[in-house]
Each structure stands twice: as structure tokens, then as C-alpha cells.
């Protein structure tokens, strides 16, 4: 079955540094998405994309994050400048499309630690 | 605004007795709703979805989950429990006027003892 694959499964970064999160989604989906899970707290929505641009984002996705599809097959979320408090496991999602006969499929995240 | 209330951090089992995680949620207008599982270094796997029709809702492995309008629940359901599936369970919710968006709950640890 055709999985999302996410790189690098752990990544650890000094505060004020840049990171990008990689993302392989499956091929035939057309709809992508970023979320986040602090340790110990519930999973939450960072932001969506298709057709190459953001079609929507949460309070948490501020001016520090972008998205970005640079290829036909990557899809990947930069922190421009880490904070302590963006350490977390971050799960990238795709769906075929935006219905909601369409479940999301998630990868196995990559945990961010900032130190 | 949207959101799901899991209530039980951890539920403990047996294995061969029935299983339920409960989820309530409140959203503006129909809900679509959907149970998701953990497990350990793994991201969220979809287990199953109520978007409409039938109330009972059955999904992967064995589980099922019945929605309740009047008391605005998901509770998530197997008849007989098995070690295997011990693992992190995540309620989610999306509105009908959320777009794409899920808002998950806490999640329940869900241990099974043999």
C-alpha cells in the first residue's frame, strides 16, 4: 500500500536556526498538509496546500513557516528561525482530494528537537 | 469554532473483553468524524469514518464506532480486545464549514493485557 514517507525521522537543531521537513506524499494525492504534536498534547493543524499555494492555515502557522512543493513528489515545511517551543513531532498528510470521502493518510513524522 | 473532547487519558482492558474509547466533539453544522491510531514511532493511521447514513460505522481490525447526535459522541468499539491493540486512539472531527482542517482530541492510550 502506498505510504507518505517523511524525512528525517529525527532532527535536532539549535534555537534560532533553519530547518526543512521533508515529505514524499503518495503519488496520485493532490491535497497536502502539515501538522504538529508537542509531546504529551494533541495533534494539531498546521496548514494545507494545493495546487501550489496555501489553501488554509492555523494561528500556529505564522510568519516563521512556509510550505513549499519544489518538485512533482516533495513537499516540504521550513522554520525559518527555531524556537525551544517548536520542538514536536510533525506529521506530514495527503489525500487523494479535498472531499470528505477522502481520509488523510499521515507518515510517521519527524521529530524536531530544539535545544 | 470546532473541537473534541477525549476523556479518558488511558483505558485498561483485558484481552477477549469488549473495548470502548470515548470521544464527544462539537462542531457548527454536520460533523464528519473519524478515529485514527498511533502506534509507537508510526504516524496516524485512519481507522474508520461517520460521514453520513448508518450511525454504526465500522472500520479496520475488527473496530466500530457509533455515533450519537443527541450526545454529540463517537465512542470507538471492538466486541473482543487483543494485545495488538494496544496504542495511542485519536478522535477527530472536521465541520461542514472547516474546509480541510481536522481538530483531533487528546487521544486515549489504549492498553490491552493478555
Known amino acids: 500500500e502506498p505510504e507518505v514517507t517523511q524525512t528525517p525521522s529525527h532532527q535536532v537543531t539549535q534555537m534560532g536556526q533553519e530547518v526543512i521537513l521533508r515529505c514524499v506524499p503518495i503519488?496520485?494525492?493532490?491535497?497536502f498538509y502539515w501538522y504538529r504534536q508537542i509531546l504529551g498534547q494533541k495533534v494539531e493543524f498546521l496548514v494545507s496546500?494545493?495546487?501550489?499555494?496555501?489553501?488554509?492555515k492555523s494561528e500556529i502557522f505564522d510568519d516563521q513557516f512556509s510550505v513549499e512543493r519544489p518538485d512533482g513528489s516533495n513537499f516540504t515545511l521550513k522554520i525559518r528561525s527555531t524556537k525551544l517551543e517548536d520542538s514536536a513531532m510533525y506529521f506530514c498528510?495527503?489525500?487523494?482530494?479535498?472531499?470528505?470521502?477522502?481520509?488523510?493518510?499521515f507518515g510517521n513524522g519527524t521529530r524536531l528537537t530544539v535545544t | 469554532a470546532q473541537s473534541v473532547a477525549q476523556p479518558e487519558d488511558q483505558v485498561k482492558v483485558a484481552e477477549g473483553n469488549p473495548l470502548t474509547v470515548k470521544c464527544t466533539y462539537s462542531?457548527?453544522?454536520?460533523?464528519?468524524l473519524f478515529w485514527y491510531v498511533q502506534y509507537p514511532n508510526r504516524g496516524l493511521q485512519f481507522l474508520l469514518k461517520?460521514?453520513?447514513?448508518?450511525?454504526l460505522v465500522k472500520g479496520s481490525y475488527g473496530f466500530e464506532a457509533e455515533f450519537n447526535k443527541s450526545q454529540t459522541s463517537f465512542h470507538l468499539k471492538k466486541p473482543s480486545a487483543l494485545v495488538s491493540d494496544s496504542a495511542l486512539y485519536f478522535c477527530?472531527?472536521?465541520?461542514?464549514?472547516?474546509?480541510?482542517?481536522?481538530?483531533f482530541g487528546g487521544g486515549t492510550r489504549l492498553m490491552v493485557k493478555p
Open positions: 477527530a472531527v472536521r465541520g461542514a464549514n472547516a474546509g480541510n482542517m481536522l481538530t
Open positions: 503519488s496520485n494525492h493532490l491535497y
Open positions: 498528510a495527503s489525500s487523494e482530494w479535498s472531499g470528505i470521502n477522502s481520509p488523510l493518510h
Open positions: 496546500f494545493y495546487n501550489n499555494e496555501i489553501s488554509e
Open positions: 461517520y460521514i453520513t447514513g448508518d450511525n
Open positions: 462542531v457548527s453544522g454536520n460533523p464528519y
